[in-house]
């Protein structure tokens, strides 16, 4: 049987990150890609040009149609831009209740530019962390999911991790943005914390590497 995914995301003209990156991701994997658009981004790898949100009911009718037509097996879901786009994912996953969904809470890109609104941090706390099976945030979206200051080393985030498996069953901090020869990321599934480690590899090219990681955590892709 063909396993089936949907990614909820932006698009990157560049192919890098967003939605284009996870249709590369979940083909290399192996599995059937399929995409809803959340937001239309001209961007590259230097930065954001401009961004032209997807109102809220249309993102609706494409989820509703490709749930009509098609089962969906694992969700990973992206940018979502707006407080009403956030909403209105969250209502759908309640709705068709897929097995699994991952969740990039993608606030800032790379380069610094702001992909989330203001308004809608206090929905994705609220309506979506709740049905999510797993949330991959950086040190500074974990810290902004928790209210809280940036971690600045292992204890600290260790201690942002337990915080936040309160909001999700599972959770997965990358530390890329700690200092060190390793970058350390901390997994926090069913009570176990695992520490993922690997050599720091010294590259400005880090553009898409979150959009990239978290379609991995989905379990049998």
Do not use: W
Not at 77 to 83: E, F, K, R, S, V
Not at 121 to 136: C, S
Not at 193 to 204: C, E, F, M, S, Y
């Amino acid at each position: 049987m063909i396993f089936n995914v949907l990614s909820i995301a932006g698009t990157d003209p560049n192919g890098g990150a967003g939605s284009q990156a996870d249709l590369k991701t979940f083909s290399a994997l192996g599995v059937y890609g399929t995409s809803v658009i959340s937001a239309l981004v001209a961007q590259n790898t230097r930065g954001v040009a401009a961004i032209r949100h997807v109102p809220p009911p249309f993102v609706i009718a494409q989820l509703d149609t490709l749930f009509d037509d098609v089962r969906i097996d694992a969700v990973k879901i992206g940018m979502l831009g707006t407080a009403g786009v956030v909403e209105a994912v969250a209502a759908a996953m309640r709705r068709h209740r897929p097995a699994f969904i991952v969740l990039d809470p993608v606030m800032v890109a790379t380069s610094g530019d702001q992909l989330l609104a203001g308004d809608a941090l206090a929905a994705l706390r609220e309506e979506l962390l709740p049905v999510v099976d797993l949330v991959t945030p950086n040190l500074a979206e974990a810290a902004a999911l928790l209210g809280e200051h940036e971690a600045a080393n292992e204890e600290e985030a260790l201690g942002q991790l337990e915080r936040l498996r309160r909001l999700c069953p599972g959770v997965l901090i990358t530390g890329g943005h700690l200092g060190g020869a390793e970058s350390v990321d901390l997994l926090l599934v069913d009570g176990t914390i695992t520490r993922l480690r690997a050599p720091r590899v010294p590259t400005r090219n880090t553009h898409g590497t979150g959009c990239t990681l978290s379609p991995l955590m989905i379990p049998n892709s």
